[in-house]
């Protein structure tokens, strides 16, 4: 009787979403968790008893950098992945039987949902997108995604039902769903310790976060000092730091408790991102992002909140920030959305573990 999720190790999106839903199942519910995302994430978030298993279905895009997608190179690891996926259908479809799999969650791989139809038992699709979303958009450059975007919807259409997030595309390939709203991370705010951690010369100014993501930003780091009201701080080591630019690891505080102790995000936009500034209540500060079709959504939700900051990718990636920086709200006068989103896609999966 055990929930076995599925979960998309393309970057930290879908892992952030999912521990936010998967640490709230009921103990007694046993929980399986695939991805290819790092397993030392999931043991920090989840916070309760489950077993890892390293490994991936599916292959999102291939980036050249954290704005940038070689959609040549996607095909070809779509096409190698579904043949690997094809030739261990049975093998998966009897391990999830050796489980005793009560329910498949999937974030937001198709494959998963196959393999449930194939033993009888539910799926439930988390997403705001789905792949076949994003290889729409690659059509004309690679026109041997029109099939793959038919299979592939018609693999989603299948899924037992769609649990909706936030900040989605229509997704019309699925007759079954339900919006669960915004799934979001969200911190405590924990500034003084922030202070401490990068002493002095922060003091008195406004924080920045800066989230270059796995591949990182062109950006020329060393242009910071031009805005000497300002500390940012990084997650990641800068290139070539400014004075009013520091290194912190991650281990300094959870990511959301970040996000709810500076004044900014800046960042390439992503799900786990904006969902944890909005949740926050803390402006972000971003550029467009080209080959990714949740940017549209995305966006769509950050142009019409009033801490949403878009720049000219060319703008972005110079630091031409300073007009921004001057129009970042005042601590605190942004309201933090309500994301109710992880404990009712957790109440929906475990209604279906009981049957």
Not at 119 to 144: H, K, M, Q
């Amino acid at each position: 009787m055990t929930v076995v999720a599925y979960v998309s190790g393309h970057g930290f999106g879908h892992s952030a979403r999912e521990v936010e839903i998967l640490r709230r199942l009921p103990s007694e519910i046993p929980l399986v968790v695939t991805s290819a995302a790092p397993e030392w994430f999931w043991r920090q978030e989840v916070r309760r008893p489950f077993e890892f298993v390293a490994d991936a279905f599916d292959v999102g895009c291939i980036q050249t950098s954290s704005l940038d997608v070689d959609v040549p190179a996607t095909l070809a690891a779509w096409q190698s992945m579904d043949t690997r996926n094809q030739a261990r259908l049975a093998e998966t479809a009897e391990e999830l039987r050796r489980r005793g799999a009560q329910v498949v969650v999937t974030d937001v791989g198709s494959f998963p949902i196959t393999v449930a139809e194939q033993i009888g038992i539910p799926s439930l699709c988390v997403a705001n997108f789905t792949w076949a979303d994003i290889y729409a958009d690659y059509v004309d450059e690679e026109p041997a995604f029109a099939p793959i975007v038919a299979s592939l919807n018609t693999q989603y259409s299948r899924a037992t039902r769609l649990l909706e997030t936030d900040l989605s595309l229509p997704m019309a390939c699925f007759p079954r769903r339900e919006s669960v709203g915004l799934v979001a991370r969200q911190g405590t705010p924990r500034r003084p310790e922030l202070l401490e951690r990068l002493g002095v010369p922060a003091h008195g100014k406004r924080l920045a976060l800066i989230y270059a993501g796995n591949w990182g930003l062109p950006v020329p780091w060393q242009r910071l000092e031009a805005f000497d009201d300002w500390h940012f701080v990084s997650l990641a080591p800068f290139d070539a730091a400014a004075r009013n630019a520091s290194h912190l690891p991650q281990s300094v505080l959870p990511h959301p408790d970040f996000v709810a102790s500076v004044d900014l995000v800046i960042s390439k936009p992503g799900y786990g991102s904006v969902g944890e500034c909005l949740a926050a209540g803390t402006p972000f500060l971003y550029c467009p992002r080209t080959g990714f079709a949740e940017y549209a959504a995305l966006d769509a939700a950050l142009s019409s909140w009033p801490g949403g900051l878009r720049l000219p990718a060319e703008r972005f990636l110079a630091a031409d920030w300073g007009a921004a920086l001057s129009r970042v709200p005042p601590p605190g006068s942004i309201s933090p959305l309500p994301a109710p989103g992880g404990a009712a896609a957790a109440a929906r999966i475990a209604d279906h573990w009981r049957g």
